[in-house]
């Protein structure tokens, strides 16, 4: 079984919006920072966002104003809203435990966003 399982992703336009949702597994999601990363052909996988388990939030420059990173505990999953999204959004998006925790080895298949111009 997967530790995360991420879905959402799309082709889009450029301007347009998504909405990407993460399953996780375990009981201890609550306790733990949870983020968003993408990672395009070539690239390293590089973070986009993050929300603490008091619910704070982080964003990285090139997403700051256009995405909205969000969490459910009751569900165990995480969300990123994303809008007026540019083709150098086009990547594929992951979840993971995030900064201040260990992200865990096992990474779930990620779900593809495309962006076309």
């Known amino acids: 079984q997967l530790p995360f399982v991420e879905s959402g992703g799309a082709l889009v336009q450029a301007g347009g919006s998504l909405s990407l949702s993460c399953a996780a597994s375990?009981?201890?999601?609550?306790?733990?920072?949870m983020a968003w990363y993408r990672q395009t052909l070539g690239k390293e996988r590089e973070l986009v966002a993050s929300?603490?388990?008091?619910?704070?939030?982080n964003y990285g420059d090139f997403v700051k104003g256009r995405f909205t990173i969000s969490r459910d505990n009751t569900k165990r999953t995480v969300y990123l809203q994303m809008t007026v999204l540019k083709p150098e959004d086009t990547a594929t998006y992951y979840c993971?435990?995030?900064?201040?925790?260990?992200?865990?080895?096992?990474w779930g298949l990620g779900t593809q966003v495309t962006v076309s111009s």
């Open positions: 993971n435990r995030g900064p201040g925790a260990t992200p865990l080895p096992a």
């Open positions: 929300v603490g388990s008091d619910g704070s939030t």
């Open positions: 375990g009981v201890l999601f609550r306790i733990f920072p």
